[in-house]
């Protein structure tokens, strides 16, 4: 089955720097790729995905960047604010007939005021 | 929020015991989904369906059963309650503006098994 890797687990940044968080993923269908956002006590957010025809794609301060050669996607985070503070989770699908996300094990990000 | 819900939000239980735990949708969303979460693992998924009777197994759905007897309701059985069960549960939904594959979550349940 489909495998993803997320890399750093966590991650500290100064307010206004940026963040990058990398994953990588084994199975060459997956096609569709999502980001969540999770604050503490609550559900996973999404905040942006992108699927396998695209290689970027940006919503205002975050960004995500796809190489399926290399098999492996990254999510971008500029001007990084303290409400950005969370745990951010990967995850891969192979879309339409197998809708299941497979997810990475989570990046704990602080941004220091 | 998708117009999912959950219940209960929390639940303490013994051991041996058998536990259901409910997802209701509003929207008439044909997939659902039960994942639990657990620290150093991220979201791992237990069971799905696809439509109404049409449920099939995700990576640890050992221990776990399901059913959906209604387009809303997706039920999650533990049928003895294992210390190990021990854990956050999330349920998610997809279909939403005609992405099928783009999956919202529920608030979540936390289950805890003395």
């Known amino acids: 089955g489909e495998n993803v890797e997320q890399h750093p687990s966590t991650l500290s940044v100064q307010e206004g720097d940026s963040a990058v968080i990398k994953c990588t993923y084994s199975?060459?269908?997956?096609?569709?790729f999502p980001w969540y956002k999770q604050e503490l006590g609550k559900r996973p957010q999404l905040i942006i995905d992108?699927?396998?025809?695209?290689g970027e794609k940006k919503d205002q301060r975050i960004a995500v960047t796809l190489n399926k050669t290399a098999k492996h996607f990254s999510l971008h985070i500029t001007e990084t604010q303290p409400e950005d503070s969370a745990v951010y989770f990967c995850?891969?699908?192979?879309?339409?007939?197998?809708?299941?996300?497979?997810f990475g094990k989570g990046t704990k990000l602080s941004v220091i005021p | 929020d998708a117009g999912i819900t959950q219940s209960p939000r929390h639940k303490v239980t013994e051991t041996g015991t058998p536990v259901t735990l409910r997802c209701h949708q509003t929207?008439?969303?044909?997939?659902m989904y039960w994942y639990r979460q657990d620290p150093g693992h991220g979201l791992r998924l237990i069971h799905y369906?696809?439509?109404?009777?049409?449920?099939d197994k995700g990576e640890v759905s050992d221990g776990y059963s399901v059913s959906r007897s209604k387009t809303e309701d997706f039920l999650l059985t533990l049928e003895s309650a294992t210390s190990s069960q021990t854990s956050v549960y999330f349920c998610?939904?997809?279909?939403?503006?005609?992405?099928?594959?783009?999956?919202?979550f529920g608030p979540g349940t936390r289950l805890t098994v003395l």
């Open positions: 998610a939904i997809s279909g939403i503006s005609g992405s099928t594959d783009t999956q919202y």
């Open positions: 199975d060459s269908a997956s096609n569709y």
């Open positions: 992108i699927r396998s025809n695209v």
């Open positions: 995850a891969a699908s192979k879309g339409a007939g197998s809708y299941q996300l497979t």
């Open positions: 929207e008439n969303h044909r997939y």
């Open positions: 369906s696809y439509g109404v009777k049409d449920t």
